[in-house]
C-alpha cells in the first residue's frame, strides 16, 4: 500500500513538474530579448523603448547601452524585409514590411519600425531627398524615439553627401545644441562635423580655432582615466573610447587646417612637437601631419622644378612611410593616399595621381577625404579629353 502511494505521488509531482515547465516554456514565449552591446541579454516585456532608456523585465535601461531589441511577436514578414534590405533587395523589402504592417495582434513598436526601415531603404539606395524627408517624418511622429539619434544624424549626413556644406552645418549644429545629447559622444561628435563643413568650404581659419577649442572642451568632458589614456596609452574607459578617438581627431584637423590657412610653419611644428611624444597615438599624428605639411608648402610654388621636384619626391616616399609604418586608422590611411595623389598631381604623374583617388574613393567611400578625392578624378577627366597647348 505504502508503495503505491509513493508511486502515485511520484507520478503526480512529475505531471505538475511537466506543467510548470511547458508553463514555463509558454511564458519565455512571450518575453522580449534586448541585447546589449556588452554582449549581454536582458529577457522580459519591453514596456518602453524611449529616446534615453528601454524599460525590460522591471529594469531602466540607457538606450546608449541597447545594441538591438528582438519582440516576441516579431512577424515573420517583418524579418524577412530585415533580410532583404541587408541584400539590397529593397523593393521586395517595402513589400514585405506592407505585409508586416497589416499583421494582427502585434504591439505598437511595429509601426516606429516599419516608418524608421523605410527611410532607411532610401538612405542605402542614396536617394538623399527622399531619406531625408523620411528621416524628417519620423522624428515629427516618434520624436522619443530610440532612434532619433540616427534620424537625426542621417538628416546631417545626406546633406553633406549631396554637397550642402551650409545646410550640413546647421543640421550637425542642431544635434550638438540639442541638450538631450549633451552628456553623449554624439554632442562632441556632431560638433567635430559642424565644423568639418567649415573646412570643406575653404574657411580654414575659422576651423583651425574651433577644432582647438573643440579639442580643449572634450578634454575637460574626459574622467580623470579618460584623460589618463590621451597621453599614457592605456585604454580608455568604457564609454569613452569615443570621446578619446574625437580628441585626436580634433587636434589632428586643428592643425592641418592651419596649414591649409597659410601657416604652415607654424602648423609643421606642431606636428613635429607630437612626432617626439611618448605615446604611439601622438607620435603617429606629428609624423603624418609633417609629411602631409610638406606637400601643403609645395603645392604653394608656382612652378615645380629643379630642386623643388626633390623636395616632392621625398614628401611621397615620406607619405608612403607614414603609410605603411603610422597610419593606424582607415581615415589616416585615406588621407595619406589623398595626399599622395596631390603630389603626384604636382609632378604631372596624372596617372599615378588617378590610382591614388580611386583608391580612397573605392576602399575609404566613408572617410573625409573621399570627397576630395571625388572631385579630383573629376577634374583629371574633364582634362583627359583635351590637347595639349601647341597642338
Not at 554637397?163 to 545629447?181: K, L, T
Not at 590621451?230 to 580634433?250: D, R, T
Not at 610638406?294 to 621636384?309: F, M, W
Request: glycine share 6%.
Amino acid at each position: 500500500m505504502k508503495r503505491h502511494v509513493t508511486v502515485l505521488l511520484t507520478a503526480l509531482v512529475v505531471v505538475l513538474l511537466a506543467g510548470l515547465v511547458a508553463g514555463a516554456e509558454e511564458q519565455k514565449k512571450d518575453l522580449d530579448r534586448v541585447l546589449l552591446k556588452n554582449g549581454k541579454v536582458v529577457n522580459g516585456k519591453v514596456l518602453a523603448e524611449k529616446w534615453d532608456k528601454v524599460t525590460c523585465g522591471g529594469r531602466s535601461i540607457p538606450t546608449t547601452q541597447v545594441l538591438d531589441i528582438i519582440h516576441y511577436d516579431t512577424p515573420p514578414d517583418f524579418l524577412e524585409a530585415l533580410d532583404l534590405i541587408d541584400k539590397g533587395q529593397y523593393d521586395n523589402a517595402l513589400f514585405k514590411l506592407k505585409l508586416a504592417q497589416d499583421t494582427p495582434h502585434v504591439r505598437g513598436w511595429l509601426k516606429v519600425y516599419i516608418a524608421y526601415y523605410k527611410a532607411e531603404i532610401e538612405w542605402r539606395r542614396s536617394n538623399w531627398e527622399e531619406a531625408r524627408k523620411l528621416y524628417r517624418d519620423f522624428l515629427k511622429n516618434y520624436p522619443d524615439s530610440r532612434f532619433i539619434r540616427t534620424a537625426s544624424w542621417r538628416i546631417a549626413q545626406s546633406l553633406l553627401n549631396q554637397g550642402s556644406y551650409e545646410a550640413a552645418g546647421d543640421a550637425f549644429g542642431n544635434i550638438f545644441r540639442d541638450s538631450r545629447f549633451a552628456r553623449e559622444p554624439l554632442h562632441w561628435k556632431a560638433r567635430f562635423w559642424q565644423i568639418y563643413t567649415l573646412e570643406v568650404r575653404g574657411q580654414y581659419m575659422d576651423a583651425y580655432t574651433q577644432y582647438l577649442d573643440t579639442k580643449q572642451k572634450i578634454l575637460t568632458s574626459l574622467s580623470r582615466d579618460g584623460r589618463d589614456a590621451l597621453f599614457s596609452g592605456k585604454k580608455p574607459p568604457e564609454g569613452e573610447e569615443e570621446l578619446v578617438h574625437l580628441y585626436f581627431e580634433s587636434l589632428y584637423r586643428g592643425h592641418l587646417t592651419q596649414a591649409l590657412s597659410g601657416r604652415i610653419d607654424e602648423a609643421y611644428e606642431e606636428f613635429r612637437k607630437l612626432s617626439r611624444k611618448a605615446t604611439k597615438a601622438l607620435k603617429n599624428l606629428g609624423v603624418i601631419g609633417m609629411a602631409i605639411c610638406d606637400v601643403v608648402r609645395l603645392s604653394k610654388l608656382d612652378e615645380i622644378t629643379g630642386d623643388a621636384v626633390e623636395k616632392v619626391n621625398a614628401a611621397r616616399l615620406a607619405l608612403a612611410r607614414s603609410f605603411i609604418f603610422f597610419a593606424s586608422t582607415d581615415e589616416r590611411r585615406a588621407e595619406l593616399l589623398y595626399w599622395s595623389g596631390v603630389a603626384a598631381l604636382l609632378l604631372n604623374v596624372d596617372e599615378e595621381a588617378k590610382a591614388y583617388f580611386s583608391l580612397v574613393a573605392d576602399v575609404y567611400p566613408d572617410s573625409l577625404v573621399a570627397r576630395l578625392c571625388k572631385k579630383e578624378l573629376e577634374e583629371l577627366q574633364k582634362t583627359a579629353g583635351k590637347p595639349e597647348e601647341g597642338e
